[in-house]
């Protein structure tokens, strides 16, 4: 037992778990533990909007794989957080946010910057911790990084009063803790085990359908097993990006609105779909009710709750995906032996690779997102980290740029959050500071969080920002052309900013290419430069994204655009 | 969980078992208000174990919303144990006041016979309203107050279901 203050706690407690860095502004409600961070064996990194911190401590705990850490004061502090909260939230990700509160005592009385955020924040965290005393903060911090981290994970708030911050007493570090009702499922379930293995024995047409929960878990040689062994197809969902070498021999890519035009021809094709660590998504499937039909589905995923919430399936193997492949490649490879490569479903996904490759034009312009997204594959490292900004450049992201090292690309793909990249693609830089670390991004989406800028060069994070620029919301634009007869509203940025001077501004750099050799040269530039480098490259704000799965079809309603 | 043909308006008792403190009413109703689901009644109290409280929540949902209701409340980390009860081997019992309005002697005297066949108890006699209790299940309640609706109910409050499963199963 240790005499220290409820703030001190907090950081030791953290530091107890690990943490090494955290994202933050500070405000009047969590002075005592900004205070508390001097001499701290933290390390802090000074934010320029609450937003970003959030995001950042995704960006971080997506490549580290354990809780990012971020910190905001009461009020308007906690709300600019609980866009990145529910980011994170929406793509299961392991953030603890820890949130200023005004004392017990103002609590409830309206106070200055005083904000509900455990009610404002319920619907987009795991969980949420509100300490009265300061003893309980120990524990309390604990339980927020277990619940956290483990199951599906997500983020989890702890808000803490002021004065419960300042209040000093003995604490106790507990080493284990337990609550009573979490308990996550970690091995594979076997009760249905035998009937996936037969459905999948049976199957003439079997696909993986791979979504983020094989990111999360890890399961990335588990999931190469399977494939190899049954010799089929695999696809993910726009999350499960990456979770599959995508230059795999059998690799298809994702699926989804905006996905590959032959991955969702050939799901439907399909007979037997194993859904691993995927939810059914709208994004990914299109209509609930016509994906699947007539096909055996086998889903698996750690979360029970999402058994039958979006679709019915014939087998549910409830576990931690990696345990559960691991079992049945086991089980699988007692009753077949490996299949061979020269089999009709995979001459199917070759003559659909082939004639998509063939059909689909680029749009014709020196640079194209394309051509671009091509070209940064072709310098990037196979372990480069590489996320996205959300809209077109998300999509195009999606589209034509290949994952090779399992587990190296991520993006805002639940929630879809604009804004979200480049923050983001900080933290992953701060999980792995020796990897290149790109933002693919639009202008529109890069506008909301660029004075991120500041951080980068100041707390050295030199990232790129591969800006894909058409001075345009151009997905919003998109749909106006194809849904609303090309009647443009709100679209429009006008050439404003100029993100050349805006790099410069911050102190970063700003390179502006005009040709596919000079965005060559500007991507080596920027891979060897210490500071932050946006690249401006100029996209035709008429380049639309195809192929394009209009939203309330389904995936055979596919328009390739071609 | 994956039956094709799922019949719909079915009536559930669902019981959970909840850690007592503060938020958990909260947490549950703000889950129930965003995944949609429809909730009859909810009663909440204590129990044999001074930190658990017990839920019980009735429910017409469809087998499938109610897979996912089940499923949703286990995932709350404040929710310790959830079941559906089965109607048939379950006690459950709601109590409601019934306030009507009866000025004439006739009135009165009906009301009270009522009252007394449905093993009611008279709380509260006025000049010009008696008030009822009625302990039972939900249909009784309801076959209760269709037969005095006609003399004018003033004002009603029903508890909602209290359930427990019979014997010694749970």
Redesign the interface.
């Given at each position: 037992m240790v005499e220290m203050t409820g703030a001190k706690a907090l950081i030791q407690a953290l530091e107890k778990e690990g943490t090494e860095i955290v994202f933050g502004l500070p405000g009047g409600a969590n002075l005592p533990i900004y205070d508390a961070l001097v001499g701290a064996n933290l390390r802090h990194v000074l934010v320029r909007h609450e937003q970003s911190a959030a995001h950042m401590a995704d960006g971080y705990a997506r490549i580290k794989r354990k809780a990012g850490v971020c910190f905001a004061t009461s009020g308007p502090g906690a709300t600019n957080l609980i866009t990145g909260i529910a980011t994170a939230y929406a793509d299961s990700s392991p953030v603890v946010a820890v949130t200023g509160q005004v004392p017990l005592a103002m609590i409830g009385k309206d106070a200055f910057q005083e904000t509900d955020i455990?009610?404002v924040a319920?619907?987009c965290t795991?969980?949420s911790f509100q300490p009265r005393v300061a003893t309980e903060i120990p524990e309390m911090v604990k339980k927020a990084f277990y619940?956290s981290e483990s199951g599906r994970p997500g983020p989890v708030l702890v808000d803490i009063p002021k004065d419960v911050q300042q209040a000093t007493a003995d604490m106790k570090f507990p080493d284990l803790i337990k609550?009573?009702?979490?308990n996550p499922v970690v091995d594979a379930d076997l009760s249905d085990m035998s009937r996936a293995v037969a459905l999948l024995v049976k199957a003439e047409r079997p696909i993986i359908m791979a979504g983020g929960g094989v990111i999360l878990s890890g399961a990335f040689s588990e999931l190469q097993a399977l494939a190899e062994l049954l010799m089929i197809p695999v696809v993910t969902t726009f999350k499960g990006k990456g979770a599959f070498p995508e230059n795999h021999p059998l690799a298809m890519g994702p699926i989804g609105m905006h996905g590959h035009a032959e991955a969702n021809k050939i799901i439907l094709e399909a007979d037997c779909i194993v859904a691993v660590g995927a939810r059914f998504s709208d994004r990914s499937v299109g209509r609930f009710d016509e994906f699947g039909k007539g096909m055996s589905i086998i889903h698996m995923d750690i979360?029970?709750?999402e058994?039958?919430?979006n679709k019915?399936?014939?087998v549910?193997l409830v576990g931690d995906v990696k345990s559960s492949l691991r079992t049945l490649v086991k089980l699988l490879a007692k009753k077949i032996a490996k299949r061979s490569a020269d089999n009709p479903w995979l001459k199917r996904r070759k003559e659909l690779v082939q004639y998509y490759a063939e059909t689909l034009k680029d749009y014709p312009r020196e640079i194209t997102a394309r051509k671009s997204l091509k070209k940064l594959r072709e310098l990037l490292p196979a372990n480069g980290i590489v996320t996205t900004e959300v809209g077109q450049c998300q999509m195009w992201a999606s589209l034509h740029f290949d994952v090779i090292s399992p587990g190296t690309f991520f993006s805002s793909t639940g929630l879809g959050t604009m804004g979200f990249g480049f923050p983001a693609s900080i933290g992953a830089k701060a999980a792995a500071p020796k990897v290149p670390v790109v933002d693919i991004a639009g202008d529109g989406s890069f506008n909301m969080t660029e004075n991120s800028l500041a951080v980068s060069v100041l707390d050295k994070f030199p990232v790129i920002v591969f800006l894909m620029n058409n001075y345009m919301l151009g997905m919003v634009a998109q749909w106006q052309r194809t849904f609303y007869n090309r009647r443009y509203s709100g679209v429009h940025q006008h050439s404003c900013p100029d993100y050349v001077k805006i790099a410069d501004a911050y102190g970063a750099q700003g390179i502006r290419v005009g040709s596919m050799q000079e965005l060559d040269k500007a991507i080596k530039t920027a891979m060897k430069s210490d500071v932050a480098t946006v690249i401006d490259i100029p996209i035709d704000p008429d380049e639309d994204v195809y192929p394009f799965v209009a939203p309330g079809t389904g995936l055979k309603d596919m328009i390739t655009g071609a | 969980m994956a039956t094709a043909a799922t019949q719909s308006g079915s009536w559930y008792i669902v019981t959970a078992l909840v850690e007592n403190k503060p938020g958990v009413l909260f947490r549950v109703t703000n889950l129930f208000r965003a995944r949609n689901f429809n909730i009859e009644s909810i009663t909440v109290g204590s129990t044999e174990q001074k930190d658990l409280s017990r839920m019980t929540i009735t429910t017409n949902s469809d087998e499938k919303t109610l897979d996912q209701l089940v499923k949703q409340l286990r995932k709350l980390i404040d929710v310790v144990e959830v079941k559906v009860l089965d109607t048939e081997k379950t006690v459950y019992r709601e109590l409601a006041l019934i306030k009507m309005t009866a000025v004439d002697p006739t009135t009165r005297s009906e009301i009270i016979n009522y009252a007394t066949i449905f093993r009611g108890n008279i709380l509260d006699i006025g000049k010009e309203t008696i008030t009822v209790e009625i302990t039972g299940t939900p249909d009784k309640i309801d076959a209760f107050k269709n037969l005095v609706e006609h003399y004018g109910i003033a004002q009603l409050s029903r508890t909602g279901v209290s359930a427990l499963p019979r014997g010694v199963e749970l």
């Open positions: 455990i009610g319920n619907p795991k969980y619940i609550v009573r009702g979490y979360d029970p709750a058994i039958g919430k019915s399936v014939d549910a | -």
